[in-house]
């Protein structure tokens, strides 16, 4: 497995462990241009569960290889928390902010993944 691919199922893992839901993978590795090969968009229900999130993915994603996001954007708010890990950007929100700005639809071409909520 590549180390980007297992970047993003540990990421999902993280967003797994609490409870993060309507998990998505947006695949843009086959489209040019694009600025990270994964991006992956998750809701939490209020802003301590965003920042829940947010703390579980960087905990999980370090604890399991040893890497930290090159920036972490959203905090303060936790309404859109935005975390750059270089080949692949997270998006955790909160679902009104989340049905306003649907980035998840910005590139039509790549493959789309939706995760199972676990609870």
Request: charged share 25%.
């Amino acid at each position: 497995m590549n180390q980007t691919k297992k970047l993003v199922d540990t990421i999902v893992k993280g967003l797994q462990e609490k409870k993060g839901h309507c998990i998505i993978t947006v695949n843009l590795s086959e489209i040019a241009g694009t600025i990270c090969k994964y991006m992956i968009v998750c809701e939490g229900n209020n802003p301590h569960q965003v920042s829940a999130l947010s703390d579980s993915v960087w905990d999980t994603v370090y604890e399991d290889l040893s890497e930290k996001p090159l920036l972490v954007e959203g905090i303060r708010n936790a309404q859109w928390i935005g975390m750059d890990y270089g080949t692949v950007l997270v998006h955790i929100f909160l679902p009104d902010m989340r049905a306003f700005y649907r980035i998840e639809n910005l590139w039509e071409d790549a493959i789309i993944t939706r995760i199972d909520d676990i609870y």
